[in-house]
């Protein structure tokens, strides 16, 4: 049997710091139903120190997650680091979560797919083992996204939150792990959700501070619109492209963007809430985190040959869905 690429362990790291609604009702003009009834979100997880970036998840994250594989780090070929808040611009975060674990022999590079990283980066890591070119590859996803919200702005400010998940993949010959990808791309999107400025073409100055340009602008009705159809659409596509029926999957592991949008994505495939993992109303919206964190969550659940289908939505627009057997025996 040809190798497949399988997830052999999983990690995670949340800040300590937990920002809740009823905090946020004394920062902007909203309410705690009001976020709720819109989204699901209780509270979301913010890294307060100074001096930290998303490096920092990412590190422990990845420690525990080699930790629980029993590999050490100069066993590790490859680091994608799936962000789209990056400790500083040009230097790439994966090169110093390399340098820092001491991965000797590995290479490294950051993916910005938006809330869609880790789905390409997952995508991207499966090719690297297929190919038989290496075997052990680190998947490290994950946001900072307070460093890049505006706190005085009721549209953004409620929705995301930092934390930073990997995963280890390594070859499979019993043919669990990624099945099978449907990946997509639609620049019509950028206009509904970016951050104008910082970069080329409009380079940070004292304007686009003062105009607030170097926060999230979201147009949360067009990404809303766009994002419970593709969502729920390629979701059912990668079901019936492989056969699948909604007894054969096991469960959903869906971008926590919107817990709206996660119920439409779950009807359209036929499952129950009690297949969908779930945990935006304690993290919110971690941008590249929220996949790897639900793993991270739920392992203790999972079941080995378990049929997982993931699906994000991000901004640009991406959106996708993955097909994997679960490879690790929860015993």
């Known amino acids: 049997m040809a190798k497949t690429a399988a997830i052999t362990a999983v990690g995670g790291y ?9 905090v946020l009702e004394t ?5 705690d139903e009001w976020i709720t009834t819109r989204t699901g979100i209780k509270e979301r997880r913010i890294l307060r120190e100074k001096g930290k970036g998303v490096s920092y998840m990412g590190i422990k994250a990845a420690e525990e997650c080699l930790a629980k594989a029993n590999v050490k780090p100069d066993e590790i070929e490859l680091v994608i680091f799936c962000t789209v808040t990056p400790d500083m611009p040009v230097a790439n975060s994966a090169s110093f979560v390399i340098s820092e674990m001491g991965m000797n022999k590995a ?3 950051d993916l910005q797919a938006a809330c869609s990283g880790f789905l390409f980066g997952l995508n991207a890591a499966s090719q690297y083992i297929e190919s038989g070119r290496y075997e052990k590859v680190l998947v490290v996803s994950g946001d900072k996204m307070s460093s890049i919200i505006d706190y005085s702005d009721r549209t953004t400010c409620v929705i995301f939150g930092d934390g930073c998940g990997a995963v280890l993949l390594e070859p499979n010959e019993e043919g669990l792990g990624v099945q099978d990808s449907i990946l997509r791309s639609d620049g019509i999107g950028r206009q509904y959700l970016h951050i104008k400025a910082g970069g080329s073409m409009y380079p940070p100055s004292k304007e686009t501070v003062e105009l607030g340009h170097h926060f999230v602008h979201q147009e949360g009705q067009q990404v809303f619109k766009f ?3 593709n969502m729920a659409d390629v979701s059912a596509r ?3 492209r492989n056969d699948l029926t909604s007894d054969d999957v096991a469960w959903l592991v869906p971008h926590q ?3 709206r949008i996660i119920d439409a994505t ?14 935006i109303d304690r993290y919110g919206n971690t941008t590249n985190g929220t996949l790897p964190l639900c793993l991270w ?10 049929n997982l289908i993931f699906a994000a939505f991000g901004g640009g627009f991406t959106w996708g869905a993955i097909y994997l057997k679960w490879a690790i025996d929860a015993k």
């Open 14 to 22: 949340l800040p300590e710091y937990r920002l809740s609604n009823s």
């Open 266 to 279: 779950a009807k359209r495939m036929g499952l129950g809430s009690d297949k969908v993992m779930l945990n």
């Open 297 to 306: 969550d739920y392992e203790k659940q999972l079941k080995k040959g378990d």
């Open 238 to 240: 990668i079901m019936e």
């Open 257 to 259: 963007a919107n817990k």
């Open 27 to 31: 920062m902007v003009d909203t309410s």
């Open 107 to 109: 290479f490294g590079y």
């Open 227 to 229: 994002a419970v159809t």
